[in-house]
């Protein structure tokens, strides 16, 4: 059996998938940057490291640790895709604008 998903119906699911991986996010801030970190506290982690996403308002950069997303892999197609789905996905579920967004894994672009 083969499952094929409309447009609309993909976009709908990673939208509520990425809602649902926002939601168990914390979000803080850092220093005098006042860059927003949004972590996930029941993993374990460093303090050099982040889990989620970084928010840097004065570039309205948006920094996203996709090991905390791979369940949105399944909706996209491309990285470039899933950048842009997280970007659209951020900025309605917070109102903060993102001028571009970045992939980083193991704290390295």
């Not at 490291?49 to 004065?58: D, E, K, M, N, Q």
């Not at 789905?85 to 980083?104: A, F, G, Q």
Request: charged letters at 30%.
């Amino acid at each position: 059996m083969k499952i094929v998903l409309v447009e609309s119906k993909r976009e709908m699911l990673f939208k509520s998938e990425f809602k649902n991986l926002f939601n168990n996010l914390t979000p803080t801030r850092n220093g005098h940057t006042e860059n927003i970190l949004y972590i996930y506290y029941d993993e374990v982690y460093d303090d050099e490291a982040v889990t989620g996403l970084l928010y840097r308002p004065s570039n309205r950069q948006l920094i996203i640790y996709p090991d905390y997303f791979m369940s949105l892999r399944m909706f996209v197609s491309s990285d470039e895709e899933f950048k842009e789905m997280i970007e659209l996905c951020y900025e309605e579920l917070t109102d903060k604008p993102v001028r571009y967004s970045d992939i980083w894994i193991d704290n390295e672009l």
